[in-house]
């Protein structure tokens, strides 16, 4: 198994563009999500996924998209990149209860934003 | 949403016993804790999880007190490669509602 993917691993992108971040998981977890992490401030939840079509917003959502049309992938949009969005974005997904599961992270991908 | 605690950085020596506490004082009923192990340019791995009382496996134990405001992670006798950031997570059972703290930075030397 592959275990959790993202891609890129590095993007660096002008305020005002969009982009997506890619997710992928062959372990047929139910439970995804996507963190950003900043220096001093460990890792924020930005949106997760219960389920294929089913997504939420957690502690950090504005400026970003998701969808959950497959079980396997969870991409993140940006629709307008901004300079606060600089940031090391994590994927991760978990099966059954997030909460009481382990979370496998996907290596994550670097975002600059000028 | 329960707001965690830990300090920010820790030093140890070989061999010791570590000890990281992760204070959670408004911890709700149905809350879950979690540690998680990152080392630079990878993704956060799991460590332990636990309800209540005590928790131990393979790597670590995990204390929590009966009122569950604190949570403490233990690793015995910690080599080099345990120098990494540590985490804690509280979270619902549905995952709905999560909060990472900001992580303790634990320096092993020899």
């Known amino acids: 198994n592959a275990g959790v993917t993202q891609t890129p691993k590095f993007q660096v992108l002008k305020t005002g563009q969009s982009m997506t971040l890619q997710c992928a998981q062959d372990m047929n977890h139910e439970y995804m999500s996507w963190y950003r992490q900043d220096p001093g401030m460990g890792l924020r939840l930005i949106h997760y996924s219960v389920g294929a079509g089913i997504t939420d917003q957690g502690e950090v959502p504005n400026g970003y998209n998701v969808s959950r049309s497959t079980t396997e992938d969870f991409p993140l949009r940006l629709l307008s990149a901004a300079p606060s969005q600089t940031s090391v974005y994590f994927c991760?997904?978990?099966?059954?209860?997030?909460?009481?599961?382990?979370?496998?992270f996907g290596p994550g991908t670097r975002l600059t934003v000028l | 949403l329960a707001k965690t605690t830990q300090p920010i950085s820790m030093d140890s020596y070989e061999g010791q016993e570590v000890n990281i506490t992760c204070s959670h004082n408004n911890i709700a009923t149905n809350d879950y804790i979690t540690w998680y192990q990152q080392f630079p340019s990878q993704g956060p791995r799991f460590i332990i999880q636990?309800?209540?009382t005590k928790v131990t496996n393979e790597v670590a134990s995990l204390f929590i007190p009966a009122d569950r405001k604190s949570s403490t992670l233990s690793l015995p006798r910690v080599s080099l490669s345990d120098t990494a950031v540590y985490y804690c997570?509280?979270?619902?059972?549905?995952?709905?509602?999560?909060?990472f703290g900001k992580g303790t930075t634990l320096s092993v030397s020899s």
């Open positions: 636990g309800y209540k």
């Open positions: 991760a997904s978990t099966q059954g209860l997030a909460g009481e599961g382990e979370q496998f």
């Open positions: 997570l509280v979270a619902n059972q549905a995952g709905t509602a999560l909060i």
